[in-house]
């Protein structure tokens, strides 16, 4: 589907964007998000330019994006989980025949 105007209000302010229509939850969500920071930061900054707020948090977020693409890519802990019992199972297997079941995992 193609985009569609979407008004949302942020920081007392109106903005006009186009948004495909499955993605205007996410879009009111992101900037209910950005007003939420907004309005912390005012209150713990003191800052209260508009303009320099918007550019803290967008520094902000930026720096926690960075954050997190430094993050090593990790499983969901129940896929690590059975991974490990996996592992754990097929080398019992290789190693020795007849090996009772040890940590929750069947082998």
Request: with cysteine.
């Amino acid at each position: 589907m193609s985009a569609q105007p979407v008004d949302i209000q942020i920081f007392g302010r109106s903005l006009r964007v186009n948004c495909p229509p499955e993605q205007r939850e996410a879009l009111n969500n992101a900037a209910q998000a950005l007003e939420q920071r907004l309005q912390e930061l005012k209150v713990r900054t003191r800052v209260t330019n508009t303009e320099q707020l918007v550019f803290i948090a967008a520094l902000n977020v930026c720096y926690e994006l960075e954050q997190e693409k430094r993050k090593p890519a990790t499983m969901p802990p129940a896929w690590n989980s059975a991974f490990v019992c996996f592992n754990k199972a097929s080398n019992r297997r290789f190693w020795s025949k007849g090996v009772p079941r040890k940590n929750g995992c069947e082998v």
